[in-house]
Nanobody
Framework: QVQLVESGGGLVQPGGSLRLSCIASGSIYRVNIMGWYRQAPGQQRELVATITASGRIRYADSVEDRFTISRNNAKYTVYLEMTTLKPEDTAVYYC??????????????WGQGTQVTVSS
């Protein structure tokens, strides 16, 4: 069994910063791509950023130059550094990871989500 646990959400004023963390645990053979998605009320879940095990990164246009994704492969952890936050960044942020539990088996996993609220 594999679990993803996020932390670091909260309430921040516009222009502020937050850092999200997500740790994968359980029966892990290898973690491939990891990423962050978000879902605002009444909207579909959308990609924020992803990072492969080799460090290739992709950002949504709306967050490029403001957010930075990184990971620690040895700790099965992915981070999202968010700066210059805007009210429209308000959403539940979900961690996602492609986790291999053996050389031949694996699945995509989701965390439980962490709320980020940007408001004055």
């Amino acid at each position: 069994q594999v679990q993803l646990v996020e932390s670091g959400g909260g309430l921040v004023q516009p222009g502020g910063s937050l850092r999200l963390s997500c740790i994968a645990s359980g029966s892990i053979y290898r973690v491939n791509i990891m990423g962050w998605y978000r879902q605002a009320p009444g909207q579909q879940r959308e990609l924020v950023a992803t990072i492969t095990a080799s460090g290739r990164i992709r950002y949504a246009d709306s967050v490029e130059d403001r957010f930075t994704i990184s990971r620690n492969n040895a700790k099965y952890t992915v981070y999202l550094e968010m700066t210059t936050l805007k009210p429209e960044d308000t959403a539940v942020y979900y961690c996602n990871a492609d986790v291999r539990t053996s050389m031949w088996e694996g699945d995509m996993y989701w965390g439980q989500g962490t709320q980020v609220t940007v408001s004055s």
